[in-house]
């Protein structure tokens, strides 16, 4: 069965036809780096990091780029508030980034390019748009000329006509028409800022991701992906303003996740329910927050609740019981012929639905029930009184394989000193500070993975239980 895309700008799933045989090219809209991620940044993160792990199960060769946001009116703002520079905040972020996603067990990008190491291919892009009159410049602005690119609209399904109506030049636009936006801007004074052919100024939001995917992908890429909220006009403008300078098709298949929720309530800064990742991981798991996203559809809204995230850790964890119980019987069993083969289709037949799942736009919802399938016929089978080392090491290598394309993991990894100290240190500065609910969960935490830790008056110490 071939792997299955609903691709947005059809509104269809289509069937997934490779650029080229084998090679999957994918280019993925990262975050504006100017705080640490929220869970909404976290979900495109864990999606698209799990479509990529599932290509490479299925044997394609798939180069992935996402980029950073480094430079925008929001890292301006924060560089001001903080009474820092741009460049300090967004390396400060880039890096908070890196540590909450692969917490999250995201696999870095091939490439992770940023506005400020790409102004030289933005300028290119730039004047190549003007020389072929999709742009103009406007006293040190530039701008993209919508009417003239035919088909503008093509991927929110929207029409020109019915984007003037709600289009209007905001105080201090400089453009001919109220549907153009903007490449360039023109610097302000003790903005950050660039020398251009058009003078002083940095890039525009949108000009970014085309010139970076050209650059590290070619005019047409095979998949363009992120959040749903990016569909008009961030990648409605992509699309335009790329095939504008190339003539070519730009992305052949589009992907958007859907919306989080909290508690039933669209998340905002307004509403006070903003939750980012890097409080998150320091309550609970960081597996548990990734398996949680991938218990539902990657189109379908997410709602996140403390209480919904408690009953995935308590799910996730009879998955792990039941791997778990496995390796402890494989200790107790011997080669066995009888039932062996009965078991071993199961297996198999599971396997085969886990990749049905999969191949259906990574239905990860119908595979993690798998999964759940999977766990429960090996408790089945464990309560067999003759059990075989063969049938047990296929359920033990099919949980390993398939947790592993969803990004997870089974095995509990063994906490090195380093890592207990600095647990430990946390769990101090909770003391200090009176947040007794963290230094309590830190102390479970650390009992969990079979350390103790004993406070005395000289400090608190810690030791491996048995």
């Known amino acids: 069965m071939a792997i299955k895309i609903y691709n947005t700008l059809t509104r269809k799933k289509e069937e997934f036809v490779p650029l080229e045989e084998g090679k999957v090219k994918m280019y993925v809209c990262g975050p504006t780096v100017y705080n640490y991620i929220h869970i909404g940044n976290a ?4 999606v698209f990091d799990t479509v990529r792990r599932y290509f490479e199960f299925r044997g394609y060769d798939i180069k992935f780029i996402s980029n950073f946001t480094d430079v925008d009116d929001k890292l301006i703002r924060a560089a001001n508030e903080l009474g820092s520079d741009v460049p300090t905040i967004a390396e400060r972020f880039i890096n908070a980034y890196h540590e909450d996603v692969s917490a999250l067990g995201c696999k870095r990008a091939d490439a992770h390019p ?3 190491e790409s102004i030289d291919i933005i300028i290119e892009f730039i004047s190549k748009l003007i020389e072929k009159d999709f742009a103009y410049e406007s006293e040190g602005d530039v701008y993209f000329r919508t009417r003239k690119f035919e ?32 490449l360039w801007k023109a610097a302000k004074e003790g903005e950050i800022s660039w020398e251009s052919p058009w003078g002083k100024g940095r890039p525009g939001w949108h000009i970014e991701c085309s010139a970076m995917a050209k650059k590290y992908l070619g005019d047409t890429i095979d998949i363009h992906a992120g959040g749903q909220d990016l569909t008009f006009p961030h990648h409605e403008n992509e699309i335009a303003q790329s095939e504008a300078f190339s003539g070519k098709q730009f992305a052949r298949y589009w992907m958007h996740n859907g919306y989080i929720n909290i508690d039933n309530e669209k998340m905002s800064k307004s509403l ?17 927050l990734r398996f949680f996203m991938l218990s539902v559809h990657y189109r379908n809204p997410i709602n996140y609740s ?11 964890d009879r998955i792990k019981t039941s791997y778990e119980n496995l390796k402890h019987r494989r200790e107790m069993s011997v080669n066995l012929n009888e039932q062996k083969q009965e078991w071993l289709e199961k297996i198999a037949a599971l396997r085969n639905e886990f990749i049905d799942a999969m191949d259906d736009d990574f239905n990860t919802a119908n595979a993690v029930s798998v999964l759940f399938e ?71 935490q650390l009992k969990e993975m079979n350390i103790i830790l004993e406070d005395t008056p000289q400090g608190t110490r810690w030791k491996r239980g048995f």
């Open 43 to 46: 979900r495109p993160a864990i």
């Open 114 to 116: 940023r506005v400020m």
């Open 151 to 182: 088909g503008y609209g093509k991927l929110s399904h929207q029409s020109v006509d019915d984007l003037r109506l709600g289009a209007r030049i905001e105080v201090g636009e400089k453009k001919q028409d109220a549907l153009d936006f903007a």
């Open 272 to 288: 006070g329910n903003f939750v980012l990742v890097h409080d998150i991981i320091k309550m609970h798991n960081p597996q548990v």
């Open 306 to 316: 403390e209480e919904l995230l408690e009953n995935t850790a308590a799910a996730f």
């Open 374 to 444: 999977l766990s429960k016929q090996a408790n089945y089978y464990l309560l067999e009184k003759n059990t075989s080392i063969e049938v047990i090491d296929a359920f033990l290598k099919e949980m390993d394989e398939l947790v592993t394309v969803l990004g997870l993991t089974l095995k509990d990894e063994e906490l090195l000193d380093e890592d207990i100290e600095e647990l430990i240190q946390k769990r101090i500065e909770a003391r200090k500070n009176r947040d007794f609910q963290l230094s309590d969960q830190i102390r479970d």
